[in-house]
């Protein structure tokens, strides 16, 4: 443990397999949280478990297809059960679905990329709001691209349109949210050495930019108790 600025908060972060996921469950593991751990295979969760329970954290694995809309329902109240609240919220799966322009993409990516981006977040919300109000300090961070949502980037359609939805799926939920406790607002990593990033840019030298770990401390900073702004998007210079 190298903190206890998390102490006994539950959080469930999407896409804790790696990247900024990954880093953002240690971070909030390592100060204290349990941390509920969401990607699509248990064995790279389990190595995410391990690193974790190595430094005396605690996590719980599930492991989850955020395409499958149906799996996600029951999430909140197989939640409830066991842990009876949720403190921490962080929407930060996502995928890029490759770079195209508008007239060759295929429809099956167009679908995989609203889904994963986009449309879990909302059914995710849907699910956990319940818990998030029963918190003393329900956080919510959603993981976005604000650039690439507003400039309408040639080649990149499903992504910034996902993203652009994003952002207005959680300005919402920070204005229906207003007469609770929660606190709902968007970070923009910008550049961050990941497995998406390559993607996008391969021939960029992944030591040039910033590591996950960077923004995991920005996205920690929003999960606080002592939050008081929502509806905001900080960008991570
Ligand atoms: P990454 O390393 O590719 O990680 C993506 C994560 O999303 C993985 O944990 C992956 O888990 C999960 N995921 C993807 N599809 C999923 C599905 N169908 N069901 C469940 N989990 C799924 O990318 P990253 O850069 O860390 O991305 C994290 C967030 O940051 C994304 O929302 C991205 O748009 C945003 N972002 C990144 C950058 C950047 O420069 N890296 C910049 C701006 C915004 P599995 O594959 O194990 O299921």
Not at 22 to 35: D, N, Q, S
Not at 97 to 116: C, F, M, Q, Y
Not at 133 to 161: C, E, I
């Amino acid at each position: 443990m190298t903190g206890t600025r998390f102490k006994d908060r539950i959080a469930l972060i999407t896409g804790a397999s790696r990247g900024i996921g990954r880093a953002t469950a240690k971070l909030l593991a390592a100060e204290g949280a349990h941390v509920l751990l969401i990607g699509r295979s248990q064995k790279t969760l389990e190595a995410v478990d391990d690193e974790i329970t190595a430094s005396g954290g605690k996590a719980t694995l599930i492991p989850l297809d955020l395409e499958d809309g149906a799996a996600i329902d029951p999430l909140g109240p197989s939640l409830y059960e066991r842990f009876g609240r949720l403190d921490i919220f962080v929407g930060n799966a996502g995928m890029l679905g490759g770079l195209r322009p508008l007239n060759h993409i295929p429809s099956e990516t167009w679908d995989k990329v609203l889904a994963v981006n986009l449309t879990a977040n909302w059914r995710l919300i849907r699910t956990l709001d319940p818990l998030l109000r029963l918190s003393d300090a329900g956080r919510v961070v959603f993981v976005t691209s604000s650039r690439v949502a507003a400039q309408g980037r040639p080649y990149w359609a499903p992504y910034s349109v996902s993203k652009a939805g994003l952002e207005t799926l959680a300005k919402t939920y920070a204005n229906e949210a207003a007469d609770s406790p929660i606190k709902v607002n968007l970070v923009d990593p910008r550049a961050t050495a990941t497995k998406m990033r390559a993607e996008a840019f391969p021939g960029e030298d992944p030591d040039t930019i910033k590591s996950p770990e960077k923004v995991a401390e920005v996205i920690a900073e929003l999960c606080l108790p002592s939050v008081t702004e929502t509806g905001q998007t900080i960008e991570v210079g």
